[in-house]
DNA sequence: CCAGAATTAGGACAAATGTCCTACAGCGCG
DNA sequence: CGCGCTGTAGGACATTTGTCCTAATTCTGG
């Protein structure tokens, strides 16, 4: 076995792990066994617990901007790519309603650690807003882009802490609606704007 | 020194505790080291730590019910009631963009342990939740009272969640004035409704 | 002032934690 | 073959965790 593919599935399970339990309640123990490995081999591959979610938020850096460029890629017009974001709250839901955000609970916790990775956790964010913020630009908001990206990220957010609370699906479908009749609302001179309008 | 104020004191810093720390990265230690007490002594009045969480809860209940009631007692209006509900975010302000929103981190915490103390937490929200829309009601929106219930609520998390992540103040301040904004699009019909408008 | 209850201090305890070490298995290369 | 390197296993280590016990102290009613 060669030694990148542990690596790999290490970071695999504990992303998986930090995800669903949080990183403090996710022990080297656990991650070890859920991947099938000694305590002692997975000190080969990682030193300290930090250096596992510094190897994790990477990973999720790069899923990150390979999912915004996915959309990029299959969305032609601006508005729909910023589609592409909302809907990503309806296709996750289960797992939202379960462990909310992947991005807005380990920033909260890390925030609350204290932790020296909170800001390279928060750089995951900032993928999603300065993204954002480029499409919002596109359609002709270049004045308020970042405000408005960053009103979009905060309504997702949302949505996530209240759909976790109340573990309630028609909340978000609501919520979901209710983003993108404010999107149409915000750029109502695109004619591409319209074309994938409702849930 | 009586039991109970004991107690009480051990809730106060195990309160703080939770909510600057989280409820995992809390241990007894930490609360008894705080509260200037023995481990032993801790273990008479609270027996586990799941204990001491639902007296926690139980405060946090206490506590919002009497903010709610200040807040209709001082506020005539109902749209007035709720921004007294939005002003939090500006009122609370650094204490959020340290650690977060008391509510929202810990229902994100507990439903990630699972623990059995999850829908408690949840009520905390119930408890704005029904109040925010018994004032939408009386503002004439009793079919939709609760949507915008949720809607508000959602919001306030979002801005919340953005910012412990960016530690953006004004982007604080600017979602609130949005949301007050909004506020007037729902209610445009009650004269009352102008009376407190912008921060 | 004193018996008994209420409250506190100071550990004991096993289990779990993050960290680290040593020994061994499998492999390619001389 | 045998040397050395990479990867793995298993456990040692001190510390901390939540939980629990016992002995001392403080308080209170008679």
């Known amino acids: 076995m060669g030694a990148s593919e542990t690596r790999q599935q290490i970071v695999d399970v504990a992303d998986r792990l930090f995800y669903e339990r949080g990183f403090e309640a996710t022990s080297f123990a656990d991650i070890a066994r859920d991947a099938g490995l000694s305590r002692g081999n997975f000190y080969y591959h990682f030193k300290t617990k930090d250096e596992i979610l510094a190897a994790v938020i990477g990973g999720r850096v790069e899923k990150t901007r390979a999912i915004l460029e996915a959309w990029a890629r299959n969305a032609d017009s601006p508005a729909d790519r910023i589609r592409s974001f909302v809907h990503i709250l309806i296709t996750n839901r289960t797992r939202i309603m379960a462990h909310g955000c992947p991005v ?3 920033c909260n916790e890390l925030a609350k650690l204290d932790h020296a990775a909170k800001e390279d956790a928060a ?16 359609l002709g908001r270049e004045a ?6 960053l009103h979009l990220l905060m309504r997702s957010q949302g949505v996530a802490v209240l759909a976790t609370a109340f573990r309630d699906e028609a909340f978000i479908y609501r919520e979901v609606s209710d983003m993108e009749a404010w999107l149409q609302t915000q750029c109502p001179a695109t004619s591409l704007s319209r ?5």
């Open 104 to 106: 807005g609970t380990l």
């Open 123 to 138: 750089r995951l964010f900032s993928l999603f807003r300065d993204w954002l913020a480029r499409q919002f630009a596109m």
């Open 144 to 149: 308020d882009a970042d405000a408005l990206a």
């Open 195 to 199: 074309s994938r309008q409702s849930v």
